[in-house]
Every structure is written in structure tokens, then in C-alpha cells.
């Protein structure tokens, strides 16, 4: 090797050096970046030189710069990302939901229930007295007022889930537009060679954005773009090109919003039951299911009361002779479709029976040809199946009231119907009740001092008429297990259940979140520490080749001075 070969291995180490320290300068500089993956300068030996019977190497080159990413960590914080985020987001709303039904503090819907009852007991005592009719009045209005206000804060929680679902939707195509078009980049980087690690590591930080929203699953292809799909097998990414979601009102429901998926003919498919990770999983979760079922328990319970009271009070009197007047306003029947249906269906109803309606939640299912019936609140008890709406109509009758179906439904549309919709929110006293408490009926007889019936009204809360078995033939199928009380309190007891239920795989995802964490900074993250000494020990190989550089100059102009 001459002298000049000399020089250039010493300048290839120069380079290879400075590049190597470079690296470790933007490593320290994105220590604090979540979305950053640690760089390598790759160093490999510069091609051999043959001198006769001997070679020597021509230094050192810097062949690649790399990043540390495992795949495997990687998809595992995804999905922890989704789960974490959806028992987060559900744990914060079961939270709102358990405020409006807790009843510790001594004022809440319990409370009144207890009240209501014990002032038609107070009035056993002085049926005629003034002061005592206005505290049933009273009573009554204020468990009226009671429960359709926590009906109406649990559909002020519904909504605000439906505001944000909606509002998340275009975050998620934004995140799949900005994943197809960094696939571009990534490819047409690569393509040559090279490694596009800037691009990857912000497509990373895209993943993890959208993971918190919805649940994804993704694989990169040979070319080095990433095929994006929602757990449900949905697709978002497709290479180069994103597909996008809608949120658009339910024609069956049209105060909440269906997720479509978006295809590329046009066409689109309800997706909403099928998304169950992410904050979107959650708000769905809670809207449709978990808030839901509460307000039908508030329904059954409210409807329980306006017909156990309203029996007996009909066949009372009060103080100025009058009978036969419902002491709440009776609760009308109706329903509403389920988010995925295609149709435009609506249920509407009528009361025939109040003195025995049932007040069990069904669902009315549409196969397109024929109809079947399940009792919901009974753990999906079959009723009717293959049967015509003529038939369905004649079942509903028989429990209490009529139901009629306008519009068209769709193969697969289903309804949920009920003596007691909404029987919560508009839960109210009579009128004629509320401004004349004389009409009260607190006996059986219109002599003065009888207090019969207000008695049996105030023991109705120590009956067992809610739940029970059930039979899906006759009049009415329901016997009674609980009384109204342990009916609300078990109520109270399920969102509790579902609160704490939130709220410990909150804390046991974040503890598995942690493990994956730390896992991931392991193999990805920046160590100070490391970076410094790997600074260290470029900055020594530089300053050696920068010696031997200096060392040939000295002796290249040596040779010069001797000619």
C-alpha cells in the first residue's frame, strides 16, 4: 500500500467516525420522543487491497444506519394501547353512570322511593288531613322527578358518547391517510436501498394514535408498506390507499349514530356492533349497551310503580267523591330499532291493559320473510319464532297493549318493544292529582276516616311484583320475586359491579402496559448512558484517524522536501 492508501484509509475512518457520532447526536437529541427507535451506524470493513502475496483491508465504512424495533413488542403495545384505552374510557363513564344511581349520600332515587311509600302509611293515620296529602303529593312528585332526571343524565351520557364517537371518526381516517402516504415514501426510499427510518418510526407513532381509538391489526408487506385493518377485519390501510369510516344517523334510532365502513364501489357496511377496542370501542360499549340497560331497569322499575299504585288507586276515593283516576300518568308502549338496521322500521304502541301489562323488555326480530320475539330482560327466553306480524301483534295484545310496525324493515332488522318504554323519563303524576290533593284516594269507601286503600298502596313496596319466572303464553307471565326496593337495589348493584369491573382492568391493563414498556424501551429506547460512551469511543477513533492522517501528511511533505 503507498502512501496515498495510507491517507484514504485514514479519511475513510474519518468519515465513518463523524457518521457514527452523528447518529448517537440524534439518538441524545430524541431521547424524550416516544415515537423514536434507536439508531446503529452499521460498521463494515472497507474492501481488501492484494499486494502480491499479502492483501490489507482500505479501513472502515459505515454500510447502514439501522433502528431497533422488534415487531412482536411492537403489535403487543398496539393492542395494550386499545384495551387500556377502552377500560380507561369505560371506567371514567361508569363512573358518571354510578354518580347518577349511587345512593349513598341518603338523597338519592332510593331515598324517595322509601319516602313516597311511607307517606301513603302517614296518611293511613288521618286520611282527611291536609297536611298529610300534600306529603304524599309531594312524595310523589319528587320520585317522579327523581327518576326521569337520572333517565335524562343517563341519555345526556349516551349523547355525549354519540358527540364523541362521531367526532372521532375523522381523526381515524386521518391517521389511515397519513399511514397510506408515508407507505409511499417509505417504498420509494427503499426501493434503492436505503432506510427510511425517519418515516417509519412517524408511521409507528401514527399505529399507536389510532390504537388508542380503535382496535387495529397490521402486517408489512415485502415492499415496506403496512396493510391496516380494524380488529374486525375491516380494512384501513391498504398499502398507497386508505379507506375511510362514516358515522351517520341510525335510520332505526335516529338519535344516536351507526359507524359505517366505507367500500371502494360505494357501497357501505354498519360496522358498530363489530368495534369493541379503543375509546370508540368504549363509547359504543356504554352508549348502546351499558347506559341501555340501566334505562330499561329504570323503565321496569318506573312502570312497576305507576301500575301497582294506579291499580289500587282507581278503585279508590278521594275526599270530594271522586274514583277512578290514575294516580301517575301511565306510561305509553312503544320501542326502537337496533343500530344496524337497514330498514326504516319504527314501533309505536298503545296501552289496553294498564291494570296488567307486562313489563318485560323483547326483542322483535325480522328474518325477512317471518318474525320472532325473545323476552330480553329474561335472558333471551324464546317466545314466538317464524311467526307473522298478525301473530306478534296478537302476542303483544295479550300482555297489555298493541303494537304497530310502520315503514319497511330489512332482513336482519330487529326492534326492542316494551309496555314501559321510556317509562322513566316521562314518569309524572296525574294532573288533576298534583293540583288537587283532595282527590287523593286513601280509602275503599268515601266515609270519612277510611284509610284501607292508602294502607295497601303504602304495603306495596313490601310486595314481591317485579321479576320472576316467565312464560311466553297468557295474560301475564310474570309471578314476582323482588320487591321494588331490592329491584333498585340490584340496579344500584349491577353498576356497581360494572364500575369496579372497569376500574380493575384498568389498573391490571396498565400494569401489563408497564411490562410491554419497559420491554420495548429495552430494545428501542435511547440510554443516555450508552449513548455517551459509545461517544466517547467514536470521538477516540476519530481523533486516531485524524492522528494517522496527520502522521502521513508529516511524512508525505517529508518525501517532498527530500526531492
Same mark, same amino acid.
Given at each position: 500500500?503507498?502512501?496515498?492508501?495510507?491517507?484514504?484509509?485514514?479519511?475513510?475512518?474519518?468519515?465513518?467516525?463523524?457518521?457514527?457520532?452523528?447518529?448517537?447526536?440524534?439518538?441524545?437529541?430524541?431521547?424524550?420522543?416516544?415515537?423514536?427507535?434507536?439508531?446503529?451506524?452499521?460498521?463494515?470493513?472497507?474492501?481488501? =487491497?492484494?499486494?502480491?502475496?499479502?492483501?490489507?483491508?482500505?479501513?472502515?465504512?459505515?454500510?447502514?444506519?439501522?433502528?431497533?424495533?422488534?415487531?412482536?413488542?411492537?403489535?403487543?403495545?398496539?393492542?395494550?394501547?386499545?384495551?387500556?384505552?377502552?377500560?380507561?374510557?369505560?371506567? !371514567?363513564?361508569? %363512573?358518571?353512570? #354510578?354518580?347518577?344511581?349511587?345512593?349513598?349520600?341518603?338523597?338519592?332515587?332510593? %331515598?324517595?322511593?322509601?319516602?313516597?311509600?311511607?307517606?301513603?302509611?302517614?296518611?293511613?293515620?288521618?286520611?282527611?288531613?291536609?297536611?298529610?296529602?300534600?306529603?304524599?303529593?309531594? *312524595?310523589?312528585?319528587?320520585?317522579?322527578?327523581?327518576?326521569?332526571? *337520572?333517565?335524562?343524565?343517563?341519555?345526556?351520557?349516551?349523547?355525549?358518547?354519540?358527540?364523541?364517537?362521531?367526532?372521532?371518526?375523522? !381523526?381515524?381516517?386521518?391517521?389511515?391517510?397519513?399511514?397510506?402516504?408515508?407507505?409511499?415514501? &417509505?417504498?420509494?426510499?427503499? &426501493?434503492?436501498?436505503?432506510?427510511?427510518?425517519?418515516?417509519?418510526?412517524?408511521?409507528?407513532?401514527?399505529?399507536?394514535?389510532?390504537?388508542?381509538?380503535?382496535?387495529?391489526?397490521?402486517?408489512? !408487506?415485502?415492499?415496506?408498506?403496512?396493510?391496516?385493518?380494524?380488529?374486525?377485519?375491516?380494512?384501513?390501510?391498504? +398499502?398507497?390507499?386508505?379507506?375511510?369510516?362514516?358515522?351517520?344517523?341510525?335510520?332505526?334510532?335516529?338519535?344516536?349514530?351507526?359507524?359505517?365502513?366505507?367500500?371502494? #364501489?360505494?357501497?357501505?357496511?354498519?360496522?358498530?356492533?363489530?368495534?369493541?377496542?379503543?375509546?370508540?370501542?368504549?363509547?359504543?360499549?356504554?352508549?348502546?349497551?351499558?347506559?341501555?340497560?340501566?334505562? %330499561?331497569?329504570?323503565?321496569?322499575?318506573?312502570?312497576?310503580?305507576?301500575?301497582?299504585?294506579?291499580?289500587?288507586?282507581?278503585?279508590?276515593? +278521594?275526599?270530594?267523591?271522586?274514583?277512578?283516576?290514575?294516580?301517575?300518568?301511565?306510561?305509553?308502549?312503544?320501542?326502537?330499532?337496533?343500530?344496524?338496521?337497514?330498514?326504516?322500521?319504527?314501533?309505536?304502541?298503545?296501552?289496553? %291493559?294498564?291494570?296488567?301489562?307486562?313489563?318485560?323488555?323483547?326483542?322483535?326480530?325480522? #328474518?325477512?320473510?317471518?318474525?320472532?320475539?325473545?323476552?330480553?330482560?329474561?335472558?333471551?327466553?324464546?317466545?314466538?319464532?317464524? $311467526?307473522?306480524?298478525?301473530?306478534? =301483534?296478537?302476542?303483544?295484545?295479550?300482555?297489555?297493549?298493541?303494537?304497530?310496525?310502520?315503514?319497511?324493515?330489512?332482513?336482519?332488522?330487529?326492534?326492542?318493544?316494551? *309496555?314501559?318504554?321510556?317509562?322513566?323519563?316521562?314518569?309524572?303524576?296525574?294532573?288533576?292529582?298534583?293540583?288537587?290533593?283532595?282527590?287523593?284516594?286513601?280509602?275503599?269507601?268515601? =266515609?270519612?276516616?277510611?284509610?284501607?286503600?292508602?294502607? !295497601?298502596?303504602?304495603?306495596?313496596?313490601?310486595?314481591?311484583?317485579?321479576?320472576?319466572?316467565?312464560?311466553?303464553?297468557? $295474560?301475564?307471565?310474570?309471578?314476582?320475586?323482588?320487591?321494588?326496593?331490592?329491584?333498585?337495589?340490584?340496579?344500584?348493584?349491577?353498576?356497581?359491579?360494572?364500575?369496579?369491573?372497569?376500574?380493575?382492568?384498568?389498573?391490571?391493563?396498565?400494569?401489563?402496559?408497564?411490562?410491554?414498556?419497559?420491554?420495548?424501551?429495552?430494545?428501542?429506547?435511547?440510554?443516555?448512558?450508552?449513548?455517551?460512551?459509545?461517544?466517547?469511543?467514536?470521538?477516540?477513533?476519530?481523533?486516531?484517524?485524524?492522528?494517522?492522517?496527520?502522521?502521513?501528511?508529516?511524512?508525505? =511533505?517529508?518525501?517532498?522536501?527530500?526531492?
Amino acid at each position: 500500500m503507498n502512501i496515498y492508501g495510507v491517507m484514504n484509509t485514514a479519511g475513510n475512518a474519518l468519515a465513518a467516525s463523524q457518521t457514527s457520532m452523528g447518529v448517537v447526536g440524534n439518538n441524545i437529541a430524541n431521547i424524550n420522543n416516544p415515537a423514536y427507535n434507536q439508531e446503529t451506524a452499521v460498521l463494515t470493513a472497507g474492501p481488501t =487491497q492484494n499486494f502480491g502475496p499479502y492483501s490489507v483491508g482500505t479501513g472502515v465504512v459505515v454500510s447502514s444506519v439501522t433502528r431497533s424495533f422488534d415487531n412482536y413488542l411492537f403489535g403487543q403495545s398496539l393492542d395494550n394501547n386499545s384495551t387500556t384505552s377502552l377500560w380507561n374510557t369505560k371506567s !371514567q363513564l361508569m %363512573n358518571q353512570v #354510578d354518580t347518577v344511581m349511587n345512593d349513598t349520600s341518603g338523597a338519592g332515587l332510593g %331515598n324517595a322511593l322509601g319516602n313516597f311509600f311511607q307517606s301513603w302509611q302517614t296518611l293511613t293515620t288521618n286520611p282527611g288531613g291536609a297536611t298529610e296529602r300534600q306529603a304524599v303529593a309531594s *312524595a310523589a312528585n319528587t320520585l317522579a322527578g327523581q327518576v326521569s332526571n *337520572a333517565a335524562a343524565q343517563l341519555e345526556v351520557i349516551q349523547g355525549n358518547a354519540n358527540q364523541n364517537i362521531a367526532a372521532a371518526i375523522p !381523526q381515524i381516517n386521518g391517521y389511515a391517510s397519513q399511514i397510506a402516504k408515508l407507505n409511499a415514501l &417509505i417504498s420509494t426510499t427503499e &426501493i434503492n436501498g436505503n432506510k427510511a427510518n425517519d418515516y417509519r418510526d412517524q408511521r409507528d407513532g401514527l399505529l399507536k394514535s389510532l390504537s388508542n381509538l380503535v382496535g387495529v391489526s397490521y402486517f408489512e !408487506q415485502s415492499n415496506g408498506q403496512d396493510i391496516v385493518m380494524l380488529k374486525n377485519g375491516s380494512p384501513l390501510v391498504d +398499502g398507497q390507499n386508505s379507506y375511510d369510516l362514516s358515522a351517520g344517523l341510525s335510520p332505526a334510532n335516529p338519535r344516536v349514530s351507526s359507524i359505517y365502513w366505507n367500500a371502494p #364501489d360505494g357501497t357501505r357496511r354498519d360496522i358498530t356492533d363489530r368495534i369493541t377496542w379503543g375509546q370508540v370501542g368504549a363509547w359504543v360499549q356504554t352508549r348502546d349497551t351499558d347506559v341501555q340497560n340501566v334505562l %330499561n331497569g329504570l323503565d321496569s322499575l318506573a312502570g312497576s310503580v305507576v301500575e301497582q299504585v294506579n291499580n289500587l288507586h282507581v278503585t279508590g276515593y +278521594g275526599l270530594d267523591g271522586s274514583t277512578g283516576l290514575n294516580f301517575f300518568n301511565p306510561p305509553a308502549p312503544g320501542g326502537f330499532g337496533a343500530l344496524s338496521n337497514a330498514g326504516n322500521g319504527t314501533i309505536t304502541g298503545t296501552l289496553l %291493559n294498564p291494570a296488567n301489562a307486562d313489563l318485560d323488555h323483547y326483542k322483535l326480530s325480522f #328474518d325477512g320473510t317471518s318474525y320472532s320475539v325473545s323476552n330480553i330482560d329474561k335472558g333471551g327466553t324464546a317466545a314466538l319464532g317464524g $311467526a307473522t306480524l298478525a301473530s306478534v =301483534q296478537g302476542f303483544f295484545r295479550q300482555r297489555g297493549y298493541s303494537i304497530a310496525l310502520t315503514g319497511t324493515p330489512r332482513a336482519g332488522d330487529s326492534f326492542t318493544v316494551s *309496555a314501559v318504554n321510556n317509562a322513566a323519563t316521562q314518569m309524572s303524576v296525574n294532573p288533576a292529582i298534583r293540583n288537587d290533593p283532595n282527590k287523593i284516594a286513601a280509602g275503599t269507601t268515601t =266515609q270519612a276516616g277510611d284509610g284501607g286503600l292508602a294502607r !295497601q298502596i303504602g304495603d306495596i313496596q313490601n310486595r314481591t311484583v317485579m321479576g320472576g319466572a316467565w312464560s311466553p303464553s297468557g $295474560a301475564t307471565g310474570s309471578t314476582g320475586l323482588y320487591t321494588i326496593g331490592d329491584y333498585y337495589g340490584s340496579l344500584v348493584g349491577t353498576v356497581g359491579t360494572s364500575t369496579k369491573n372497569a376500574t380493575d382492568n384498568l389498573t391490571l391493563n396498565q400494569n401489563v402496559g408497564t411490562q410491554i414498556s419497559n420491554m420495548v424501551q429495552q430494545v428501542s429506547g435511547v440510554n443516555m448512558d450508552e449513548q455517551m460512551i459509545n461517544l466517547v469511543k467514536y470521538q477516540n477513533s476519530y481523533e486516531g484517524a485524524a492522528k494517522t492522517l496527520t502522521t502521513v501528511s508529516q511524512m508525505l =511533505q517529508t518525501l517532498m522536501n527530500m526531492i
